[in-house]
């Protein structure tokens, strides 16, 4: 019953993926990654060789699968891979494709952990620690991190159930770029001014963040991989 003020620590859950496409798109400005190559590029051997990875993910599950290879960080960022939300969400827990890259949209946090993947293992960078520098440092967020510390504790909001029971904070003991972020109302409010300003971004890459890039024709964002509707059912710009 204590007020949540804006310097309380809250689990930021997918926020972390504006953050993560912010440093991305500095990736790209650099040159280190082109946003329509494939992963493949990136990679030192075939995703599924490295097998399913208790830090990452299932890539074993794609042997024999060579749709992989038509992902590009573009199709990641835009949630259009063919993946589930996670693979553990599967009936079998295996991950696969439901759809050939690139060719609708079904929001997958899988594929932002891939392409996470793919900057640690593909550009040898620690993510946790590029976007500390890139974003939490830049824009001043002394109460955020991609994994719990225990200073956190100090003036924390716990989650609530419809029936009043505490759901406790999950304290994040790795970097997940799909949403490991611990942050504050009023950390996240100065990178959403700093991203609107452009900074640290050009404003042609923030522009390219904000273009619409692939249309949700399903009736609803969540479940995900719901049926398409048809075409005149479609929301149409």
Known sequence: REPLTTETIM????????????????????????????????LPKPLPDYGNLDDYGNWGDLAGDERWRKITPRILLTHSAGFANFSFVEPDGKLKFHFDPGTRYAYSGEGLILLQFVLEEGLGLKLGEEMQRRV??????????????????????????????????????????????????????????????????????????????????????????????????????
Request: glycine fraction near 8%.
């Open 11 to 42: 689990y930021g859950a997918s926020l972390t993926k504006a953050v993560f496409a912010y440093t991305v798109m500095q990736l790209a400005e650099e040159g280190r990654i082109e946003l329509d190559a494939s992963i493949a590029t990136y």
């Open 136 to 237: 939490f440092d830049r824009f001043g967020m002394a109460n955020t991190s991609m994994m719990w510390r225990q200073d956190f504790a100090r003036n924390l909001a716990d989650g609530w159930k419809a029936d009043g029971a505490v759901e406790p904070h999950d304290e994040r003991g790795r970097v997940r770029a799909a949403g490991s972020m611990d942050t504050t109302i009023a950390d996240f409010a100065a990178f959403a001014a700093g991203f609107m300003r452009a900074d640290g971004l050009r404003p042609h890459s923030r522009a390219e963040m904000l273009r619409p890039q692939l249309p949700i024709r399903s009736r609803s964002q969540f479940p995900t991989l719901g049926p398409e509707l048809p075409p005149g059912e479609q929301w149409k710009k």
